[in-house]
């Protein structure tokens, strides 16, 4: 028995030793596989860094890895809702079945180089606030990761701060936010995106996650993320690397949006959209590169057999030759290697530095489109590239839009920013300078690049310098000069025949190019008119309206003089609010007649501008629904004024309670008995209109601009004949007095003015209308029948009773059933 013992203790103890080794190696597998079935994937390289030279704690992978991989928010985040403009700015775009995507790239380089203007600029007066090393170099760092689909644009720029992050992406909606929602839901075209300031969220055409990782000099870094359900959450950031300044912006694309990580695509995208980006835009891009590498023992030796049978007919001589003590070399082979390296995308120097000659029509179009963030298909209407030299040396380049900003006249004077960009040495400065052009002139786009002007100033400070009225005076006439190239290119605006035949043969393409120009910033050639009294007589060059004899087209006041008859020497115009409505004026009766050729101003602020623009190459602009209207002497003129001078002696005043200053003969009328005029320097009754119809406005003050009025009658018409028959018949006659009162409202009504008491003129009309059908002065309306109103209130009472009794019987049927 003792001497199984220890043989059977031995045995014993060599079974738990092999038990626990295998326990230990279960483990150890049973680790190894959930390592496998989690897959963290990496943090993303530093963009910019050595590939595999950067180590990542297992623990961070894991934290980032459940994030990707669920595409859910951080717990650890602090979570907030989007406000509720832009929750419906998102629902458009990702819903919207918008083909072209790809305009999500240019935005976000667009925002980019916006972020990267600012830390430059601040970079003027502190030169510390860039750092050192890799982030002081200002550029756009795009990259790819194909495994993970995942899309990384990344900016040394200004970054965000984390009060930022809330702000500009998600609870705070700018201006332009409910404007775009607004445009898109009448026009749909997603293509505007940038123009309201709004592009960010175009990354969800293709995105169902983002993050945007940012890191502000003033802040730490912070991670904003969102699935554009309506949330989105900020934490500090803890996993990622240091950005050390600026923003990185991760989109994890969707399954049909693949085609975004593919290099070529991406490369065509930046051509496209972004060539003039003032920043190098670089792309984390794979190269294939041949490299000699030792051959293998076997290629060797095949080599040499195959050398050797192909030698057989040379010369043993050849042979003999070559020494013994020749060094040998070591046989190598060349193979494809694939590397990755930062791949410059824009290499283009800046149009405005280049010569206005070398430039092509595509490239300005291109450029413009990268300026004004307008992808749209239309061309801009024109441009001008210049260099100035002189005192002040700046370099420009100046675009007509195609369209006017959906909010150009809306806030006109409350605007500071302008759409001119200002550089000095190639530094981008500011887009907020007012001095660079007049308000008026606030349509066009473009830039400034100034070599005379200081960097290291404060924005105020510099509009102080004398240098800026000299650019802004230059940029005045250069960008009339180009406005009014427009019309002179366009066949349409030509008005000598043979002039015409030359433009349009040169290019047809230029026609109805200076129409389309003027129904979109019109306006804003009229606001320089009163504004700007230096270039007054240049702008009125620019004006454009319809006259009587234009046959629908738009005239000039050069093509307006041309037309005139031989001895007019005013300029004849009339204000109303539509031209249907002034083409049957009884002011324009006698011009018609006579051949005159009438300018219609339809606009509200044509009256204002007819205040400031008196008169043009010496002729004198007369209002004809106004006093002062010549149209030649007529011989008979004295004898009429005297015949009428009863007449118009007694209506003057019977019409003193009506504020007329006068009562005269007409030279204006043909077919209308009677107008009212207002005086010259007066308002009319289209600018009393206007005036009455403002929110603030004060009847009182409104009173002491009001022009004194006049009624102007026609002599030759059978009313006014019969009415000046009976009035030297009967002055006293009771029946005149009203039919003269009668005819003076309705000439009120008719020349454009507004009725003080328009119950009493309707009264005068019915009891017109009485006398005409033979119905007595004193019939009286029919009394309605009491018995009626009475009969009609039993009836909805006994209306309102018979539901009642129809509830009780249908009780009493339920009741009867619930018996049965």
Same mark, same amino acid.
């Given at each position: 028995?003792?001497?199984?013992?220890?043989?059977?203790?031995?045995?014993?103890?060599?079974?738990?030793?092999?038990?626990?080794?295998?326990?230990?190696?279960?483990?150890?597998?049973?680790?190894?596989?959930?390592?496998?079935?989690?897959?963290?994937?990496?943090?993303?390289?530093?963009?910019?860094?050595?590939?595999?030279?950067?180590?990542?704690?297992?623990?961070?992978?894991?934290?980032?890895?459940?994030?990707?991989?669920?595409?859910?928010?951080?717990?650890?985040?602090?979570?907030?809702?989007?406000?509720?403009?832009?929750?419906?700015?998102?629902?458009?775009?990702?819903?919207?079945?918008?083909?072209?995507?790809?305009?999500?790239?240019?935005?976000?380089?667009?925002?980019?180089?916006?972020?990267?203007?600012?830390?430059?600029?601040?970079?003027?007066?502190?030169?510390?606030?860039?750092?050192?090393?890799?982030?002081?170099?200002?550029?756009?760092?795009?990259?790819?990761?194909?495994?993970?689909?995942?899309?990384?644009?990344?900016?040394?720029?200004?970054?965000?701060?984390?009060?930022?992050?809330?702000?500009?992406?998600?609870?705070?909606?700018?201006?332009?936010?409910?404007?775009?929602?607004?445009?898109?839901?009448?026009?749909?075209?997603?293509?505007?995106?940038?123009?309201?300031?709004?592009?960010?969220?175009?990354?969800?055409?293709?995105?169902?996650?983002?993050?945007?990782?940012?890191?502000?000099?003033?802040?730490?870094?912070?991670?904003?993320?969102?699935?554009?359900?309506?949330?989105?959450?900020?934490?500090?950031?803890?996993?990622?690397?240091?950005?050390?300044?600026?923003?990185?912006?991760?989109?994890?694309?969707?399954?049909?949006?693949?085609?975004?990580?593919?290099?070529?695509?991406?490369?065509?995208?930046?051509?496209?959209?972004?060539?003039?980006?003032?920043?190098?835009?670089?792309?984390?891009?794979?190269?294939?590169?041949?490299?000699?590498?030792?051959?293998?023992?076997?290629?060797?030796?095949?080599?040499?057999?195959?050398?050797?049978?192909?030698?057989?007919?040379?010369?043993?001589?050849?042979?003999?030759?070559?020494?013994?003590?020749?060094?040998?070399?070591?046989?190598?082979?060349?193979?494809?290697?694939?590397?990755?390296?930062?791949?410059?995308?824009?290499?283009?120097?800046?149009?405005?530095?280049?010569?206005?000659?070398?430039?092509?029509?595509?490239?300005?179009?291109?450029?413009?489109?990268?300026?004004?963030?307008?992808?749209?298909?239309?061309?801009?209407?024109?441009?001008?590239?210049?260099?100035?030299?002189?005192?002040?040396?700046?370099?420009?380049?100046?675009?007509?839009?195609?369209?006017?900003?959906?909010?150009?006249?809306?806030?006109?004077?409350?605007?500071?920013?302008?759409?001119?960009?200002?550089?000095?040495?190639?530094?981008?400065?500011?887009?907020?300078?007012?001095?660079?052009?007049?308000?008026?002139?606030?349509?066009?786009?473009?830039?400034?690049?100034?070599?005379?002007?200081?960097?290291?100033?404060?924005?105020?400070?510099?509009?102080?310098?004398?240098?800026?009225?000299?650019?802004?005076?230059?940029?005045?006439?250069?960008?009339?000069?180009?406005?009014?190239?427009?019309?002179?290119?366009?066949?349409?605006?030509?008005?000598?025949?043979?002039?015409?035949?030359?433009?349009?043969?040169?290019?047809?393409?230029?026609?109805?190019?200076?129409?389309?120009?003027?129904?979109?910033?019109?306006?804003?050639?009229?606001?320089?008119?009163?504004?700007?009294?230096?270039?007054?007589?240049?702008?009125?060059?620019?004006?454009?309206?319809?006259?009587?004899?234009?046959?629908?087209?738009?005239?000039?006041?050069?093509?307006?003089?041309?037309?005139?008859?031989?001895?007019?020497?005013?300029?004849?115009?009339?204000?109303?609010?539509? +031209?249907?409505? #002034? =083409?049957?004026? *009884?002011?324009?009766?006698?011009? $018609?007649?006579?051949?005159?050729? !009438? &300018?219609?101003?339809?606009?509200?602020?044509?009256?204002?501008?007819?205040?400031?623009?008196?008169?043009?190459?010496?002729?004198?602009?007369?209002?004809?629904?106004?006093?002062?209207?010549?149209?030649?002497?007529?011989?008979?003129?004295?004898?009429?004024?005297?015949?009428?001078?009863?007449?118009?002696?007694?209506?003057?005043?019977?019409?003193?309670?009506?504020?007329?200053?006068?009562?005269?003969?007409?030279?204006?009328?043909?077919?209308?008995?009677?107008?009212?005029?207002?005086?010259?320097?007066?308002?009319?009754?289209?600018?009393?209109?206007?005036?009455?119809?403002?929110?603030?406005?004060?009847?009182?003050?409104?009173?002491?601009?009001?022009? +004194?009025?006049? #009624? =102007?009658?026609? *002599?030759?018409?059978?009313?006014? $004949?019969?009415?000046?028959?009976? !009035? &030297?018949?009967?002055?006293?006659?009771?029946?005149?007095?009203?039919?003269?009162?009668?005819?003076?409202?309705?000439?009120?009504?008719?020349?454009?003015?507004?009725?003080?008491?328009?119950?009493?003129?309707?009264?005068?009309?019915?009891?017109?209308?009485?006398?005409?059908?033979?119905?007595?002065?004193?019939?009286?309306?029919?009394?309605?029948?009491?018995?009626?109103?009475?009969?009609?209130?039993?009836?909805?009472?006994?209306?309102?009773?018979?539901?009642?009794?129809?509830?009780?019987?249908?009780?009493?049927?339920?009741?009867?059933?619930?018996?049965?």
């Amino acid at each position: 028995m003792r001497k199984w013992t220890l043989p059977s203790a031995l045995l014993l103890l060599c079974l738990l030793f092999l038990f626990a080794d295998q326990g230990r190696n279960f483990q150890a597998n049973a680790e190894v596989d959930s390592d496998e079935l989690v897959d963290p994937p990496k943090v993303e390289d530093k963009i910019g860094a050595v590939p595999n030279g950067l180590s990542t704690d297992s623990d961070v992978a894991r934290r980032e890895a459940e994030s990707i991989s669920k595409r859910s928010l951080r717990s650890s985040a602090e979570k907030f809702e989007f406000q509720a403009e832009v929750s419906r700015l998102m629902d458009i775009i990702i819903n919207s079945l918008y083909s072209n995507k790809d305009i999500f790239l240019r935005e976000l380089i667009s925002n980019a180089s916006d972020a990267l203007d600012k830390i430059r600029f601040l970079s003027l007066t502190d030169k510390e606030i860039l750092g050192e090393g890799d982030n002081a170099k200002l550029e756009i760092q795009i990259k790819l990761d194909k495994e993970k689909k995942i899309l990384s644009v990344r900016d040394r720029g200004i970054g965000m701060t984390k009060e930022d992050l809330i702000k500009n992406l998600g609870t705070i909606a700018k201006s332009g936010t409910s404007a775009f929602v607004e445009k898109m839901q009448t026009s749909g075209d997603l293509n505007l995106i940038g123009q309201f300031g709004v592009g960010f969220y175009s990354v969800y055409l293709v995105a169902d996650y983002v993050e945007v990782i940012s890191k502000h000099n003033d802040d730490k870094q912070y991670v904003w993320e969102s699935k554009a359900d309506g949330a989105f959450a900020i934490s500090e950031d803890t996993w990622n690397e240091p950005l050390g300044r600026g923003t990185e912006i991760r989109l994890h694309l969707r399954d049909e949006a693949g085609e975004y990580l593919e290099e070529f695509k991406l490369k065509e995208l930046v051509k496209r959209y972004s060539e003039f980006i003032n920043f190098p835009i670089y792309l984390w891009a794979s190269k294939e590169v041949d490299v000699e590498v030792p051959a293998d023992e076997d290629e060797s030796s095949d080599e040499g057999e195959s050398s050797e049978s192909s030698s057989e007919e040379e010369s043993e001589e050849d042979d003999a030759e070559k020494s013994e003590d020749e060094e040998k070399k070591p046989k190598t082979k060349t193979v494809k290697e694939t590397t990755y390296e930062w791949e410059l995308l824009n290499d283009v120097k800046a149009i405005w530095l280049r010569n206005p000659k070398e430039v092509t029509d595509e490239e300005y179009n291109k450029f413009y489109q990268s300026l004004a963030k307008d992808f749209s298909d239309e061309k801009p209407l024109a441009w001008s590239h210049f260099n100035a030299e002189g005192d002040v040396e700046f370099k420009a380049v100046l675009f007509v839009p195609p369209k006017a900003p959906h909010d150009l006249y809306e806030s006109y004077y409350n605007a500071n920013k302008s759409n001119l960009k200002l550089y000095v040495r190639r530094v981008f400065i500011s887009d907020e300078f007012d001095e660079l052009l007049p308000k008026y002139l606030n349509f066009l786009k473009g830039l400034v690049d100034s070599d005379t002007l200081p960097l290291n100033v404060s924005r105020e400070m510099l509009q102080q310098y004398s240098s800026l009225k000299t650019i802004k005076k230059k940029l005045i006439r250069k960008a009339l000069d180009m406005i009014r190239r427009i019309a002179d290119e366009d066949p349409d605006e030509a008005t000598d025949k043979d002039k015409k035949e030359e433009v349009l043969s040169d290019n047809d393409e230029k026609r109805g190019q200076y129409a389309k120009f003027w129904n979109e910033f019109g306006k804003s050639i009229k606001l320089g008119i009163i504004e700007d009294a230096t270039n007054r007589n240049r702008l009125a060059k620019l004006l454009r309206f319809e006259t009587t004899k234009s046959e629908g087209k738009l005239t000039s006041l050069d093509q307006y003089i041309s037309r005139m008859k031989s001895g007019q020497k005013d300029i004849f115009y009339i204000t109303g609010t539509s +031209k249907e409505q #002034l =083409e049957k004026s *009884p002011f324009l009766e006698r011009l $018609k007649k006579k051949n005159y050729e !009438v &300018i219609f101003f339809t606009d509200p602020v044509d009256e204002y501008l007819m205040q400031y623009l008196m008169d043009y190459e010496d002729k004198k602009f007369q209002n004809v629904s106004k006093e002062g209207l010549k149209l030649g002497k007529d011989s008979k003129d004295k004898e009429l004024k005297e015949s009428f001078k009863d007449l118009t002696k007694w209506w003057k005043k019977a019409l003193s309670s009506e504020n007329v200053d006068d009562v005269k003969i007409s030279s204006r009328l043909d077919n209308t008995p009677c107008v009212v005029v207002t005086s010259k320097y007066g308002w009319s009754a289209n600018m009393e209109r206007i005036m009455q119809s403002q929110t603030l406005s004060d009847a009182k003050k409104q009173a002491y601009m009001r022009g +004194k009025r006049v #009624l =102007e009658v026609n *002599p030759r018409h059978p009313i006014i $004949k019969e009415l000046r028959q009976r !009035v &030297i018949k009967n002055p006293e006659d009771e029946s005149v007095k009203q039919t003269a009162q009668l005819v003076y409202q309705t000439a009120l009504f008719q020349s454009g003015f507004l009725l003080d008491d328009p119950k009493d003129f309707a009264s005068r009309i019915y009891d017109s209308v009485k006398t005409s059908l033979d119905i007595s002065p004193e019939a009286a309306v029919e009394e309605e029948d009491d018995s009626e109103e009475v009969e009609s209130e039993s009836d909805v009472k006994e209306a309102a009773s018979t539901p009642t009794a129809e509830a009780d019987a249908g009780n009493d049927d339920a009741d009867a059933k619930d018996e049965l």
